[in-house]
């Protein structure tokens, strides 16, 4: 059972709330009890911990990042990723698998939890995307009552779908679930052979386009599909300005829709690819300059609901190779928090609270779930973060076995320090 604490003059970042202040926290059992200035009644065994100049906000939430074990162990680990999320303030993780075919089915999904159970030590609280398709391959609509019973958080294949025809009969037979429908908006049709999106900078530095009609044609389809049946869609990392164009129309005709962009897109667009780092090939693809902005200023007006990791490891081995072969994706939940908040939370392009609803209400929302609240009565779901603190991206900072990181051997600002989550013993990093 986690101590009793009194957390004193912390700066408070509750989003629920709107609450940005300098407040004392008390906890006990794992509940929060008491919220307050100065606060007085608190029993004399209680340990004080002094705040000040830390902020304490709820825990972050991911809406998808990838599951290498079982299959991929070299990678990473189950255990690794949930060292990855505590390092990086989530309390939260919701998985689709690298491995196709091992979320399509109640006994894999039994088998996961399992193995879950047995990280030692404290951990995030893990929730599960069920396939849509058998196997991930787009072909045959999986048993979804039966995942549903199974308790997955929603439903999402982390792949393209691009039967019309099926993906029709999945929003027409998801209208029952009452449960997320998650869709990664990409036609590989126009895609091609392409790893970088269209652009100046791409034709410039010889990587094969991708059109932003890749995405938009999708989103568009989608979107039209969500017209018909009241099914509860989420638009998976949008990185186009015309998605969110699509996406802020559909919202304002009542779609029942949610969207999330990744936290990659936020920071880097696709002058960055002038050094050719294999952990920036992504997919979707970085956007243009302007995509970026478009981006920022959406999960800002709440067009897009949520900032998703996608968190994709990797070994060495797989991503040091040239641009054009690596695979796809990159590491995340132990860094995008602290680079968020460095540049846009410290530039003043983003208030603190703006932030935190792209990576903890926003997310959980769009899940179906409850947002964390720093609130008396509530369940303690908390991080405490020092955003003066600075440490250098390395194999020993890292928490996880894959290094695939975009900022690895540099400097960042801003590193969680503790986190309670329920009734367990409190996380510290070391």
Same mark, same amino acid.
């Given at each position: 059972?986690?101590?009793?604490?009194?957390?004193? $003059?912390?700066?408070? &970042?509750?989003?629920?709330?709107?609450?940005?202040?300098?407040?004392?926290?008390?906890?006990?059992?794992?509940?929060?009890?008491?919220?307050?200035?100065?606060? *007085?009644? +608190?029993?004399?065994?209680?340990?004080?911990?002094?705040?000040?100049?830390?902020?304490?906000?709820?825990?972050?939430?991911?809406?998808?990042?990838?599951?290498?074990?079982?299959?991929?162990?070299? $990678?990473? *680990?189950?255990?690794?990723?949930?060292?990855?999320?505590?390092?990086?303030?989530?309390?939260?993780?919701?998985? !689709?698998?690298?491995?196709?075919?091992?979320?399509?089915?109640?006994?894999?999904?039994?088998?996961?939890?399992?193995?879950? @159970? /047995? +990280?030692?030590?404290?951990?995030?609280?893990?929730?599960?995307?069920?396939?849509?398709?058998?196997?991930?391959?787009?072909?045959?609509?999986?048993?979804?009552?039966?995942?549903?019973?199974?308790?997955? !958080?929603?439903?999402?294949?982390?792949?393209?779908?691009?039967?019309? /025809?099926?993906? /029709?009969? !999945?929003?027409?037979?998801?209208?029952?679930?009452?449960?997320?429908?998650?869709?990664?908006?990409?036609?590989? #049709?126009?895609?091609?052979?392409?790893?970088? /999106?269209?652009?100046?900078?791409?034709?410039?530095?010889?990587?094969?386009?991708?059109?932003?009609?890749?995405?938009? =044609?999708?989103?568009?389809?989608?979107?039209?599909? =969500?017209?018909?049946?009241?099914?509860?869609?989420?638009?998976?990392?949008?990185?186009?300005?015309?998605?969110? %164009?699509?996406?802020?129309?559909?919202?304002?005709?009542?779609?029942?829709? *949610?969207?999330?962009?990744?936290?990659?897109?936020?920071?880097?667009?696709?002058?960055?690819?002038?050094?050719?780092?294999?952990?920036?090939?992504?997919?979707?693809?970085?956007?243009?300059?302007?995509?970026?902005?478009?981006? $920022?200023?959406?999960?800002?007006?709440?067009?897009?609901?949520?900032?998703? !990791?996608?968190?994709?490891?990797?070994?060495?081995? @797989?991503? *040091?190779?040239?641009?054009?072969?690596?695979?796809?994706?990159?590491?995340?939940?132990?860094?995008?928090?602290?680079?968020?908040?460095?540049?846009?939370?410290?530039? %003043?392009?983003?208030?603190?609270?703006?932030?935190?609803?792209?990576?903890?209400?926003?997310?959980?929302?769009?899940?179906?779930? $409850?947002?964390?609240?720093?609130?008396?009565?509530?369940?303690? %779901?908390?991080? &405490?973060?020092?955003?003066?603190?600075?440490?250098?991206?390395? #194999?020993?900072?890292?928490?996880?076995?894959?290094?695939?990181?975009?900022?690895?051997?540099? #400097?960042?600002?801003? #590193?969680?320090?503790?986190?309670?989550?329920?009734?367990?013993?409190?996380?510290?990093?070391?």
């Amino acid at each position: 059972m986690s101590e009793s604490v009194v957390i004193r $003059r912390a700066r408070v &970042l509750d989003p629920e709330s709107g609450c940005d202040r300098i407040l004392d926290v008390w906890l006990q059992a794992g509940r929060i009890e008491q919220v307050g200035v100065d606060l *007085t009644s +608190i029993p004399s065994d209680c340990r004080e911990l002094d705040a000040e100049g830390l902020i304490l906000a709820p825990g972050l939430v991911d809406l998808y990042s990838y599951s290498a074990e079982p299959g991929f162990e070299e $990678r990473e *680990t189950l255990q690794g990723l949930s060292r990855a999320a505590l390092a990086g303030g989530y309390t939260r993780l919701a998985l !689709i698998p690298q491995q196709r075919g091992f979320f399509d089915q109640p006994a894999g999904l039994a088998q996961l939890r399992g193995l879950i @159970e /047995r +990280i030692p030590g404290p951990r995030p609280q893990f929730f599960f995307w069920g396939a849509l398709t058998q196997g991930s391959a787009g072909e045959q609509m999986t048993q979804l009552r039966e995942l549903q019973q199974a308790n997955v !958080i929603g439903f999402a294949d982390g792949y393209p779908l691009n039967d019309d /025809r099926l993906l /029709r009969r !999945i929003l027409e037979y998801g209208q029952g679930l009452n449960l997320p429908i998650a869709l990664y908006g990409c036609d590989r #049709r126009l895609m091609g052979e392409g790893v970088a /999106r269209d652009s100046a900078d791409t034709l410039r530095l010889g990587l094969s386009p991708i059109p932003a009609s890749a995405e938009t =044609a999708a989103v568009a389809h989608i979107l039209e599909l =969500a017209a018909e049946f009241p099914t509860p869609v989420h638009l998976m990392g949008l990185s186009t300005a015309r998605s969110v %164009e699509l996406v802020a129309a559909a919202k304002g005709k009542g779609y029942p829709i *949610t969207a999330s962009t990744l936290w990659t897109h936020l920071l880097w667009d696709t002058r960055d690819l002038r050094e050719y780092d294999p952990n920036l090939h992504l997919d979707p693809p970085l956007g243009t300059p302007s995509d970026r902005q478009v981006l $920022r200023e959406a999960v800002k007006s709440g067009t897009i609901d949520a900032i998703a !990791i996608g968190h994709c490891p990797y070994t060495y081995e @797989e991503k *040091t190779v040239a641009f054009s072969q690596s695979p796809p994706g990159t590491l995340g939940l132990d860094v995008a928090m602290s680079l968020l908040w460095q540049r846009l939370v410290m530039t %003043e392009e983003w208030t603190p609270l703006e932030l935190w609803q792209g990576l903890s209400s926003g997310p959980a929302q769009c899940l179906g779930q $409850r947002p964390a609240a720093i609130a008396p009565n509530q369940p303690a %779901e908390l991080i &405490l973060f020092d955003p003066q603190v600075s440490w250098t991206v390395n #194999r020993s900072s890292l928490s996880s076995q894959a290094q695939n990181s975009p900022v690895l051997q540099q #400097r960042i600002t801003g #590193r969680v320090q503790q986190i309670w989550c329920g009734d367990a013993q409190p996380w510290e990093p070391g």
